[in-house]
């Protein structure tokens, strides 16, 4: 694989496809917005016009996108992806969506003869800087190897985690548990803060027991400065989250936590909180009165 369709060059996907450029792969990339005087190349990809001019003749296209819906607009849509791509190129959705969206994308490529698998991501803009992501692929296993390639430059472990939709699936479950320790974290500070502990004991102590992680040193450090500058934007965390308590509540699993995360998210998105990293939950718990208070959707 030499030449690669890079869709969504955001928080993320920029740092994704200047990856790749430096691996050696030729990338066209496509954004729906492209800021004032960034001309035709971004982190060295070239900057084209439309999605299928991103994927015409590409050997595989990555999309790195919003939500559910704006991967089915690019990728389905008149001029999108999936159409543009010749039969035996590979389709990589890395965008945090539903199974169904992924199964769904997998049946549109069969049609079309080209093999699709799901791999999102976990890790931060720093991460994706460095090649430090990790991978949870869904997809046959002979497509997820020719892709060993095009992942190596972006990620630190790649995880097979079966048939389409399952990579999809585990990103879920990914970011809902790491809202609810981040949640954990926030009410506890905000406890102890109460009490007269300061930021840097209370984070002294967290950070050097069993409870320590760099996810719970990076965001407490985080909520110490009042730094939200966004690494994963809260608009994003609140999108996962009712995605995963969605998919919670079709399976019949249990979703208490899930669907207490998704009031507080709610609360945040409500309180213009969207653009700030998702750290900024620690504002909501912060202002919350009482619980009963919070909206439910």
Do not use: Q
């Amino acid at each position: 694989m030499k030449t690669i369709a890079f869709l969504g060059m955001g928080i993320m996907g920029s740092r994704m496809a200047g990856r790749l450029v430096d691996a050696g792969f030729s990338v066209r990339a496509w954004n729906r917005t492209r800021p004032a005087g960034e001309g035709r190349r971004a982190n060295g990809a070239t900057l084209v016009d439309s999605p299928a001019d991103a994927a015409a003749g590409a050997d595989a296209a990555i999309t790195m996108l919003g939500d559910p819906a704006s991967v089915r607009d690019v990728a389905l849509g008149a001029g999108g992806v999936i159409d543009a791509l010749a039969p035996g190129a590979v389709y990589v959705d890395m965008t945090t969506v539903d199974p169904a969206t992924s199964r769904g994308l997998d049946c549109a490529c069969r049609a079309r003869g080209v093999a699709f698998v799901d791999a999102p991501v976990t890790g931060s803009k720093l991460a994706a800087a460095n090649g430090e992501l990790v991978l949870m692929v869904g997809g046959e296993a002979d497509v997820v190897g020719r892709l060993a390639p095009v992942f190596a430059p972006m990620a630190k472990r790649v995880v097979h985690m079966g048939p389409v939709g399952s990579g999809s699936m585990m990103k879920l479950a990914n970011n809902l548990a790491i809202a609810g320790s981040m949640l954990a974290l926030f009410e506890a500070m905000t406890l102890g803060r109460r009490a007269g502990l300061s930021d840097d004991a209370m984070l002294d102590v967290l950070t050097h027991n069993a409870l320590g992680s760099p996810l719970l040193a990076f965001k407490g450090d985080a909520v110490r400065r009042r730094d939200f500058e966004p690494h994963f934007a809260f608009k994003h965390m609140a999108k996962d989250i009712r995605l995963a308590r969605a998919e919670a509540e079709t399976s019949g699993a249990p979703h208490a936590l899930a669907d207490l995360l998704d009031a507080l998210f709610s609360a945040g998105l409500d309180a213009h909180l969207g653009d700030e990293d998702f750290a900024a939950l620690i504002k909501v718990v912060e202002g919350l009165d009482e619980p009963s208070g919070l909206r439910r959707g």
